[in-house]
C-alpha cells in the first residue's frame, strides 16, 4: 500500500472511532430517538457535513456500534464459550459476557467494566428502537445470528454426540438464560449468588452434560 | 359518595385515561426520552396546563403506565402460575405474559393480543431509561418486587417442602427465562418450538418438581 493511502486510511479510521465514541455518549444521554446528528457533529467536533461523509444516516451509526459490541463480545468469549461453571458463576452474580474476564490484565480500553456496561445499555436502546424501527431490526437479528453462530462453533465440539437440533435449541436456551440475567441486571436480586449459581450448574447438566438421546435403541 | 364527587372522580380518571393512552403513543413512536409534554398535550386534546394537574411530570406518568402493565400481569397470571407445562409452551412459542390467553374471550380491551405488544416494548423503553434515570430504575424496581411477590404467594402452596431461598432462587430463574424470552423476541428463533418445549418442560422439573434437599437426613 502506498504511504499516504495508509495515513488516509488511518485518518478514516480515527474519524470513524471520533464518530462512534460521540455517539455512544449521545445516544446513552438521550436515547437513539432523542439524538440528533447535530449533537453527534458537535461532540465529535466535526461538522454534519462531515459526518454524512463517514455514515450515510444514523442507522449506520446505530449498525457500527452494534457490530463492534458483537466482535468484543466474540473475543470475550473465544476460547471459553464451554466453561459452563465459569458461565453459572456468571449468571449468578450478574456478570455480562460469557466469562469473568479480569479487566484490570486487559490493556484494550474497548474491554473495560465501564464500557461493558455502557453496551448493555446501548443494547437495551437497540432492541427498544428495534421494535419500531425495522432497519434496527434487522441490525439486532444479524448481530444475534453472527453471536448465535460464533457461540455455536465455539460450543459444538464439546458435544459431538448431540443431535444439531437439540444442540441449537439447548444453546437457544442458554442465550435466554444470558440475556434475561442482563435485562434484570436493574432489579433487586432475590436469591443470593451462591444459591442461585448451584441451581445454574443443575440447569445445564440437565441442558448439556446430562443430554441422552429420547430413544436408545438406534434400529 | 355525593353524586356530585362521583361524576368529578369518574372525570379524572376519564382525563388520566386519556392521557396514558396519548403517552403509550407516543413513547412508542418517539422513545421516553424524545417524546415532549407539548405532543402528549396534543395527542390527549388537552393543554399542557391540564397534563399537570393529572401528573406532575413525565416519570409520573411512566410509573402510571408501569403500573398499569403490571395490574394486566398479574391478573392474566392468576389462577394459573403453577401450570408448569402451559408455561413452557409460552416460552416455547414465545408468548408474552405468563400463560397463554385467549384473548378473543377476553373483554377488556386493554387485555388485547396488540396492547400486550406495546406493553413489551414499553417495557423496553423503560429498562432502557432506567439505566440513565433513577426514578425510572425505582419505578422499575417496584414494579418488578410487586410482580415477584405477587408469582411468589401464588406459586408457593405448590412447593410447601422447599425451603424459602430455594423457592425464592428458582422463582428468580423463571422470571430470568421470562424476561429473557420477551427480549429475544425480535431475534431469529434458531430452534423450532416442539424441541424447546420439551427443553423448558425438563428444566422446570430439574427447578421444581425434582427438587431434593441436598442434606436428606434431618439430624
Chains 1, 2 share one sequence.
Do not use: W
Not at 470475550?76 to 466469562?99: C, P
Not at 432492541?127 to 441490525?139: F, L, Y
Not at 453472527?146 to 457461540?151: Q, T
Not at 434475561?180 to 436469591?191: I, P, S, V
Request: hydrophobic share 40%; glycine share 4%.
Amino acid at each position: 500500500m502506498h504511504p499516504a493511502n495508509h495515513t488516509k486510511d488511518q485518518r478514516v479510521c480515527a474519524r470513524r472511532d471520533q464518530i462512534i465514541a460521540a455517539s455512544r455518549l449521545c445516544f446513552r444521554k438521550h436515547g437513539f430517538h432523542g439524538a440528533g446528528m447535530a449533537e453527534i457533529a458537535r461532540l465529535s467536533q466535526l461538522s454534519v457535513g462531515q459526518i454524512y461523509r463517514y455514515f450515510v444516516n444514523k442507522d449506520a451509526i446505530i449498525e457500527e456500534i452494534v457490530r463492534r459490541i458483537v466482535c468484543k463480545k466474540i473475543q470475550i468469549m473465544t476460547g471459553d464459550a464451554h466453561n459452563l461453571k465459569q458461565m453459572a458463576s456468571n449468571l449468578a452474580h450478574r456478570v455480562i459476557g460469557m466469562q469473568n474476564v479480569d479487566y484490570s490484565q486487559v490493556d484494550c480500553p474497548e474491554l473495560s467494566l465501564e464500557q461493558n456496561e455502557i453496551d448493555h445499555a446501548l443494547m437495551l436502546e437497540v432492541t427498544a428502537e428495534a421494535t419500531r424501527n425495522p432497519v434496527v431490526e434487522k441490525i439486532l437479528r444479524d448481530a444475534d445470528a453472527k453471536l448465535f453462530s460464533e457461540a455455536k462453533s465455539m460450543m459444538r465440539p464439546y458435544y459431538p454426540q448431540m443431535p444439531e437440533e437439540q444442540f441449537t435449541a439447548r444453546l437457544e436456551v442458554l442465550a435466554v438464560l444470558c440475556e434475561g440475567t442482563a435485562f434484570r441486571r436493574l432489579t433487586h436480586k432475590h436469591a443470593d449468588a451462591e444459591t442461585l449459581r448451584a441451581i445454574y450448574i443443575q440447569l445445564f447438566n440437565t441442558l448439556f452434560t446430562d443430554y441422552s438421546p429420547p430413544h436408545t435403541a438406534e434400529n
